[in-house]
């Protein structure tokens, strides 16, 4: 159902940097439309990492970054914590479900 | 500080009724749009619906529409999802989460820590 693409999983270990993709389509990344991420922890309440594709809300360590290019996204966690193990989501809005979506989640694992 | 918390989930039948509720605190409540986003046991994020700040206006995913109606009081500072002729797909955990906006661009910013609906029979 989810219209934003992710790898389902990506590790590495501590101190290390991972990369995350979602990939889109021209009625939503493609289009112009800006991309969030969110960092989950089953149990808690999700958390706003990134917001209008680069930008970190206040107490978001520098670690984690932002991009977007064409009709994908990108974010980057540099210097890997064990803090940092969660589920990812990136979240746009498309246009021609006139929805907002998101990404099918990335586990990120810190070996 | 900002916080929401989402009650009235539970277990219900196919084809029966649930009222979420979405209580807010800490912020401004009739200057923010709220948001009902879900999540089915082993699934992602699922947006559901949206209701502006002064409740004009109303948007709801197809998957919803014509079943569940988003609501808001404000001398209770609280946001209700009103959900009818509920499916077993509507199983899960549903969260509210304030819309924040930059320069026009719209996200979550803050979200509640969820309340479970599960549909059995």
């Known amino acids: 159902q989810s219209v934003l693409t992710q790898p389902p999983s990506v590790s590495g270990a501590p101190g290390q940097r991972v990369t995350i993709f979602c990939t889109g389509s021209s009625s939503n990344i493609g289009a112009g439309y800006d991309v969030h991420w969110y960092q989950y922890l089953p149990g808690t309440a999700p958390k706003l990492l990134i917001y209008v594709n680069s930008n970190r809300p206040s107490g978001v360590p520098d670690r984690f970054s932002g991009s977007k290019s064409g009709t994908s996204a990108s974010l980057a966690i540099t210097g890997l914590q064990a803090e940092d193990e969660a589920d990812y989501y990136c979240q746009s809005y498309d246009s021609s479900l006139s929805a907002y979506v998101f990404g099918t989640g990335t586990k990120v694992t810190v070996l | 500080q900002v916080q929401l918390v989402e009650s009235g989930g539970g277990v219900v039948q196919p084809g029966r009724s649930l009222r979420l509720s979405c209580a807010a605190s800490?912020?401004?409540?009739?200057?923010?749009?709220i948001h009902w986003v879900r999540q089915a046991p082993g699934k992602g994020l699922e947006w559901v619906a949206v209701i502006s700040y002064d409740g004009s206006n109303k948007f709801y995913a197809d998957s919803v529409k014509g079943r569940f109606t988003i609501s808001r009081d404000s001398s209770k500072n609280t946001v209700y999802l009103q959900m009818n002729s509920l499916r077993a797909e509507d199983t899960g955990v549903y969260y509210c989460a304030r819309e924040d906006c930059s320069g026009g661009i719209c996200y979550f910013g803050y979200w509640g820590l969820g309340t479970p609906v599960t549909v059995s029979s």
């Open positions: 800490g912020f401004t409540f009739s200057r923010y749009s």
